[in-house]
């Protein structure tokens, strides 16, 4: 368990890495090089340092990676045959379509088009279903990074009521999907809530994902409550550009057991499961397509089987 009240997301990114980076080498090993497909469609400023982000996290966990980098009138058809060669493609596992993606094309139905085994954002309807009833899916990133966080801080979560704020299909819904498979009580706060606040104070876990700046101060939280801050909104303030959550960090602080700041909270932890997603895929592909094989040949028994798993 933590003892800081300020939850340090970069150390705890870190270890998460550094299991990806022992897990990757193991695979390696075994001749299996897992290989992330990052798509950016467009030129949106945000979007382009993420993507730089993950390429630089993938390289080095020895991921391999390929980015694929294009123009924001890009047909929403070309697109779809993308994702398409990318499925079939065997020493690709894991795809990953950064959003937001041009008006033009409809993110629910390329999202869709993405295999699901190799849907490192846990984003198709699969996955999102296999999450709801409780299976083994990939999950997406930020609400995984989040769960690694309380788990950290708070040990077990059992029991806990956990204040979700937003309810979005990137964060907002699959984060009351992991509390609730944790065994927490769930409330989803949202903008017609009535009487948001008052709910928030009655919380242990409070998760913030709204996109409103230091929206939620102290008179939000029940003293001792553990607040993950899933916010990243740039300001301006006294002349100069700054990132800030959801949560007013000053205010909160002397009123919580721990809190993610802004940077330095969720914002690393997101990279490190895309990472983790990565080789779970990889893994997962390369026991499936062993499980195919074994089926089609009557020769093989199961002693000739590779057996391989990582942590
Ligand atoms: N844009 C903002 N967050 C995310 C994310 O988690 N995944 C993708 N693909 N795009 C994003």
């Not at 509390?179 to 919380?203: F, G, I, M, Y």
Request: hydrophobic share 40%; aromatic share 2%; with cysteine.
């Amino acid at each position: 368990m933590n003892t800081s009240k300020v939850i340090d997301g970069k150390a705890a990114a870190a270890r998460v890495l550094a299991s990806v980076k022992a897990d990757v080498s193991k695979l390696k090993s075994d001749g299996i090089e897992p290989a992330l497909a990052v798509i950016l469609v467009g030129q949106d400023p945000a979007s382009q340092v993420y993507v730089r982000n993950k390429i630089l996290r993938a390289e080095e966990a020895g991921i391999r990676s390929l980015e694929y980098r294009l123009s924001a009138e890009t047909p929403q058809a070309e697109l779809l045959k993308l994702i398409t060669e990318l499925n079939d493609d065997h020493s690709i596992n894991g795809i990953l379509l950064q959003l937001p993606l041009p008006a033009h094309i409809e993110e629910a139905l390329v999202l869709q088009a993405i295999a699901p085994g190799k849907d490192v954002d846990g984003f198709h309807s699969e996955n999102v279903g296999g999450l709801s009833q409780g299976r083994n899916v990939l999950t997406p990133c930020t609400p995984s990074g989040c769960m690694q966080l309380l788990e950290d801080a708070c040990g077990d979560l059992s029991g806990k009521h956990a204040v979700v704020i937003g309810r979005s299909n990137i964060v907002g819904k699959p984060m009351a999907a992991l509390l609730l498979k944790a065994h927490c009580s769930v409330t989803v706060v949202h903008s017609r809530s009535v009487d948001a606040k008052a709910l928030c104070r009655q919380a242990d876990i409070v998760v913030a994902a709204v996109g409103r700046p230091r929206m939620i101060d102290s008179s939000w939280l029940k003293p001792g409550a553990v607040v993950i801050d899933v916010g990243i909104n740039r300001i301006e303030e006294d002349g100069r550009s700054r990132l800030v959550g959801d949560v007013d960090f000053d205010s909160a602080l002397p009123q919580v057991s721990a809190i993610t700041p802004v940077p330095g909270g969720v914002g690393p932890m997101t990279i490190a499961f895309l990472m983790k997603n990565t080789v779970t895929a990889a893994l997962q592909q390369f026991h499936s397509r062993q499980a195919h094989a074994q089926q089609s040949t009557t020769q093989s028994s199961p002693s000739e089987a590779v057996c391989l798993s990582i942590s």
